[in-house]
């Protein structure tokens, strides 16, 4: 077996000069016509883009019953436009575990259309669980299916029992409603799943755009199928050690806000917010005091909100600053919540996300891949309240949440197969890029999926704060790195910095 090489990143302006290093020879063009798959009208409930068409793709349930139960995936394409210019299919692979395929092709379709200018076949999918795709259930209670709730953020005072009884009632319903169904939802049958899409397509080859979650999915199916991927994109990657997975990706979550947080609250103590009413302070070393002090207040007395019912608490604040962390387009939202919340006769506004309570199966595929996926500590209480506290005192920005218990220290049966290991055997085809501040994938992590994949890749980063950079953030620098190798497959010579 060989040893996953570090390698000291090398960061360097980037130039014409450094991205003429490397081009990579095409998959081949493949037949017009996919064979298994019959494409026809959207539902509308997809919000298709002109021209998106929808098909179904039929897997096995458990792939060491390949001839057994069969289950149906969502799949959808957006096909080039210039059948002279194809160079073969490109997979969009979202983030998650939990995201749309079939939905983040018709949000990003159109932009990602014109940059590749007719050079792919655009293709998507939801993975088993989500979306249009066979659906998982564990039959949770609604107050256990609420994102802070499904997130262990631990009480005002860091308490944690309600974590624990939550943590374990929801493993529990699991066991008895979920099934094979749910014991199905893994990285590992993803990747299988994109292999099937792929004999489906009539591709010999695939190349892929990767975000988040997806970048792992992505470098798991090039280390079990390497002679089957072509230019290879994984944007926003996150550390794949095979002995911790989706536990280290949590806990990673309280270095990446801290990483983050200062792009916010130099935005929200610019004196432009003024005339909008979103300047939150005079300097921007004022802004996190404010923002922590508002959220214990909240605890102590939620604030009435827009939703009857559903008052703003502390632990909703610090979860909508999560996800406010991820764009600088949510920054006036967030900031307009924490106006209206320090007010005493405001009425703040909450997000979608936190208004009410997942829908089940939504619930399922949220703790089913991660808990699935890796063996997680059986940790006594006491070890997690340790962890708990040190966490709450080292990143108040998550309060303890990204190390506290989850159902997964109670999941019946453990993983289900050994997770992947990735390693620097392979092709030289992967790009990846990364933002300096990301909130969820920390630019730390992502170096140790750089270090995993040693010679096969180069890396991109990006001086920017946010989550998932190619076409995302408005870095020209970046996204041209990114189109050029998926359109020529010409990637830097070396790792670079995009400014």
């Known amino acids: 077996m060989t040893t996953n090489r570090g390698r000291k990143t090398l960061l360097l ?16 063009v493949a037949p017009a016509a996919a064979a298994g798959l019959t494409w026809g009208d959207c539902d509308p409930k997809v919000k298709p883009l002109p021209g998106q068409q929808c098909a ?41 575990p939990g995201s749309s395929g079939v939905q983040r092709l018709g949000q990003k379709g159109a932009a990602l259309s014109e940059e590749m200018n007719g050079a792919y076949d655009l293709v998507a999918f939801d993975p088993r669980g989500i979306g249009g795709s066979a659906k998982a259930r564990c039959g949770l209670a609604e107050e256990d299916r609420w994102m802070v709730t499904l997130r262990s953020w631990p009480g005002a005072d860091g308490r944690i029992d309600e974590n624990l009884a939550r943590s374990r009632r929801v493993a529990e319903a699991c066991a008895r409603n979920g099934g094979a169904m749910l014991r199905g939802l893994t990285t590992a049958n993803q990747v299988r799943d994109l292999d099937r899409l792929r004999q489906a397509l009539g591709e010999r080859k695939l190349s892929a755009w990767a975000v988040s979650y997806g970048t ?32 280290g990706w949590l806990e990673g979550m309280a270095q990446g806000a801290d990483d983050r947080f200062p792009d916010f609250a130099a935005w929200a103590s610019h004196p432009d917010r003024a005339k909008d009413g979103l300047r939150l302070a005079p300097r921007a070393e004022d802004v996190r005091p404010l923002v922590l002090g508002l959220a214990a207040r909240l605890d102590r007395a939620p604030h009435p909100s827009n939703k009857p019912g559903v008052p703003l608490t ?37 997000p979608p996300e936190l208004a009410g309570a ?14 699935n996926d890796v063996d997680w500590p059986r940790a006594s209480v006491r070890g997690f309240e340790r962890a708990v506290a040190a966490d709450r005192a080292r990143h108040p920005l998550t309060a303890g949440m990204p190390v506290n218990v989850t159902p997964c220290a109670y999941w019946k049966g453990g993983a289900v197969e ?39 890749a180069r890396l991109v980063s990006v001086d920017h704060g946010g989550h998932g950079v190619y076409l995302g953030n408005g870095n020209a620098c970046g996204d041209r790195a990114v189109t050029r190798f998926l359109t020529e497959g010409v990637r830097p010579a070396e790792d670079v910095l995009c400014k």
Do not use: H
């Not at 096995?60 to 096909?79: F, N, T, W």
């Not at 997770?419 to 969820?440: E, K």
């Open 13 to 28: 302006s980037l130039s014409a000069a450094a991205v003429a290093g490397l081009a990579l020879t095409g998959g081949g």
């Open 56 to 96: 179904e793709l039929s897997v096995p349930l458990d792939y060491a019953e390949p001839d057994g139960e069969q289950i149906r995936l969502a799949v959808s394409r957006l096909p080039s436009t210039r059948p002279e210019a194809r160079r073969g299919t490109l997979m969009v692979i979202p983030g998650g």
């Open 216 to 247: 792992y999915v992505a470098a798991a199916y090039a280390e079990k199928f390497p002679g089957r991927t072509d230019r290879w994109v994984l944007d926003s990657s996150n550390d794949p050690d095979p002995k911790r997975v989706a536990r």
């Open 314 to 350: 502390g632990v909703m604040l610090l979860q909508a600053l999560q996800q406010a962390l991820y764009s600088d387009n949510s920054f006036a939202p967030f900031a307009q919540l924490v106006t209206a919340a320090l007010d005493p006769k405001g009425e703040p506004v909450l």
């Open 358 to 371: 997942m829908p089940d199966e939504a619930a399922a595929i949220t703790v089913g891949v991660i808990c």
């Open 418 to 456: 050994k997770p992947a290991r990735i390693t620097d055997r392979g092709p030289s085809n992967v790009l990846m890029i990364q933002n300096l501040r990301d909130p969820s994938t920390p630019y730390a992590k992502g170096l140790r999926m750089r270090a995993a994949l040693g010679q096969r």
